[in-house]
């Protein structure tokens, strides 16, 4: 049973400003919002000290990489947005719009395949706050992930983008080694010499560009002049 004293507009006005108000009471959880799950230390030590003053003191993390701070008055809302703002934070992330951005650390990440953090950049500036004044029938999800390891579940998102190398064989350099380092270097077991020639079946290969990564330590690297990535 909700203890809200404030009236159904005014609770539904303040969680599209992104406050979310706390079951069983009269308080709201701020949700403040990061691009793709990075803060600066500032930031970080902004947010600390506005749920100490103004919350209960607990920053909670979301799946979805934003910050909620649990236990704000709803007299104390509109001077929390002004305090975190002197860092350039803001809250959101509600309702039925695009919803901020979910990145996977690809950029920093050994087997990242892609800049992870400026194409999730790109798309919360384009897409989040483009079309942050618009109306959806659903809220509208979007992930980025650095390679198909699917840390961030792309694949689950109404919008999902995954970073791949996809193999190309070059069968006229092949040297048809008996032993062939990419064969040996595959964890997924889908390159195999036949008839001479190595072969990958790219109907069951990864593209996480694993091969590559395995391969730098084996004295037959040359093999991989066989292999293009695209």
Known sequence: MSALTISPE???RVKGMGFLNNRGTDLFSARVLTTNGKVTAAQHRCMADAAEKFGNGELLYTTRLSVEIPGIPYDKIEEFQKFIAKEGLVTGGTGAKVRPVVSCKGTTCQYGLLDSYAVSEEIYRRFYEG????????????????CPNNCVKPDLNDVG??????????ADVCKGCKKCAIEAACPNKVAKVVDGKIQIDKNICKTAA?????????????ALTAIRYT
């Open 10 to 12: 005014d609770e539904k």
């Open 210 to 222: 694993a091969v590559l990564e395995n391969v730098r330590s084996i004295p037959l690297r040359t």
């Open 161 to 170: 983008i995954i970073g791949q190398r996809i193999p190309n064989v070059n």
């Open 131 to 146: 079309y942050r004044e618009v109306a959806l029938p659903h809220k509208f999800k979007i992930a980025v992930g650095g």
